[in-house]
């Protein structure tokens, strides 16, 4: 193989990848897992991956081999929801979701129209999400401009595949962080769409935050401007059902919808690229809706409990006969950390409240290809798979001492999976890599984090 002109790199070590849903099918027909594997990566995606003894005479060529031992090389975390403009009230003490958004959260994204401060805050946000093996994340930013820009740079030196765009919001909420009209803010939506959407790996998404913050006109003016490009990739992305207050309160500004989610849908809001965060508490009809337009939705244990909204009900939105694809989302800063895999530790004991166990095949399945499947790009990202985007996370087995000592007593891969989700311990990512360049090195000397340009 002649692949002198391209930049080649190898990654070794034990691999998992999802192929199928492990719902719906048995569990040991849904995964690959290779206890020594070699994924070969040429010019950021994926060349070939499965057992070394296997792939590496095929590359006779290929000197550049990243080797890791007691660790698992996984595809890169899918977060389907959060804020990063949240992260300096990450941690507010002592409100439920409607006060804790008046107290917290609405004063703090109010800064976000200085880009200073958004720069700022963009960059420690991806140092968190990166350090935790999340490579894609689908992401509120706030009213503002500078919001969106300050992100999307940041993910553009890092060459992350992100979703972003403006948060649309015309009413409800302190004046300066309002939008002055529902025309002037779906046309910046627009500005903003066509200036990010599909350059380099960037992705746009149509905003409003919630039914209750937009008036009628901004979410029909938002329900055009989705329409006009979802065929293009746009996403549609916001909050449904996630608190019984919450619900009450649409019930009472949209008397005419026959539930939260129909709110949505008459302004032309649903579709295969919308993206629903929490879907708490979701009636059986608003259930086939969702179903029946494609949404994805988005469990976010660690916020829901912190927020004490309700929890979300997994094998609901997996009933077979109207699934709906689920992701995680970490929904920082009513999440409180930034670890897919701590979610997933968090998303075990919210179905335990319903009686029902969450496997770790299935859980890890949520965190990476599910993830993609509800963001539409499982064509693309979260799976090891020949022509997909090398973004990938080294998980260690022996993150401290203690847990390397847990691991002794497992024995097959799901009790170290459980292990790893239930005692979710710091340190837990090795390495993160995002189209094929080690972008996050835990070990590394020196600064642990490298944008892209500074890789060869
Ligand atoms: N609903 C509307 N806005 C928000 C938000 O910022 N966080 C959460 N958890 N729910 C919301
Ligand atoms: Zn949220």
């Known amino acids: 193989m002649n692949t002198s002109d391209c930049i080649l790199k190898g990654v070794r070590g034990q691999m998992l990848t999802f192929k199928a849903d492990p719902f719906f099918n048995s569990e040991k027909d849904c995964y690959d897992y290779y206890s020594d594997g070699l994924l070969v990566i040429l010019d950021g995606r994926i060349a070939a991956i499965g057992d070394y003894d296997d792939i590496a005479p095929v590359y006779p060529g290929l000197k550049d081999v ?13 977060d389907c929801h959060t804020h990063y403009v949240q992260l300096p009230m990450i941690g507010s003490y002592g409100d439920t979701l409607l006060d804790w ?16 401060f958004a720069d700022e805050v963009a960059r420690v946000f991806f140092r968190q999400v990166l350090a935790n093996g999340t490579t894609t994340a689908n992401v509120f930013s706030t009213t503002f401009e500078a919001s969106v820009d300050a992100f999307f740079q940041e993910s553009e030196r890092y060459n992350t595949r992100m979703i972003s765009g403006k948060v649309l919001q015309d009413r409800n909420l302190p004046e300066a962080l309002s939008d002055i009209s529902a025309e002037e803010s779906v046309a910046l939506s627009e500005t903003l769409l066509q200036k990010w959407h599909n350059r380099g790996r960037q992705l746009y998404a149509v905003i409003p935050r919630f039914a209750p913050t937009s008036t009628p006109m901004q979410l029909r003016l938002a329900g055009e401007l989705y329409q006009r490009h979802s065929g293009r990739g746009v996403y549609m992305h916001t909050h449904l059902d996630e608190a019984e207050n919450e619900i009450e309160w649409v019930k009472s500004l949209f008397p005419e919808a026959s539930d939260y989610t129909d709110v949505y849908r008459r302004f032309g809001l649903l579709g295969s690229r919308s993206v629903m965060a929490h879907c708490c508490i979701v009636s059986d009809r608003e259930w086939e809706g969702l179903h029946d337009y494609g949404c994805g939705v988005v469990h976010c244990p660690s916020s829901n409990l912190f927020l004490g909204d309700g929890e979300f009900k997994c094998f609901d939105a997996k009933n077979p006969l109207r699934p709906c694809n689920v ?5 920082v800063g009513g999440g409180t950390n930034f670890s897919v895999v701590r979610q997933l530790g968090e998303a075990y004991k919210v179905a335990m409240l319903h009686g029902n166990s969450l496997s770790a095949l299935r859980c890890f ?3 990476t290809r599910g993830g993609a499947e509800t963001l539409g790009l499982s064509h693309a990202i979260g799976s090891l798979k020949p022509g997909y985007e090398a973004d990938i996370a080294v998980l260690d087995f022996k993150p401290d001492e203690f847990v390397e000592w847990r691991m002794g007593f497992a024995e097959n891969l799901a009790e170290k999976l459980f292990i790893l989700q239930t005692l979710a311990p710091d340190n837990m990512n090795r390495a ?10 835990r070990l590394r000397t020196g600064s642990r984090f490298m944008y ?5």
């Open 66 to 78: 990243d080797e890791y031992h007691d660790a698992l090389i996984v595809p890169g975390f899918v």
């Open 101 to 116: 958004l008046d107290r917290y959260t609405f004063p703090t994204e109010t800064r976000f129209n200085d880009k200073g």
């Open 327 to 331: 992701g995680i989302g970490t929904d």
């Open 365 to 367: 399945y949520m965190a």
């Open 432 to 441: 993160t890599y995002v189209a094929g360049k080690k972008v996050f090195d």
């Open 452 to 456: 892209a340009a500074d890789i060869r």
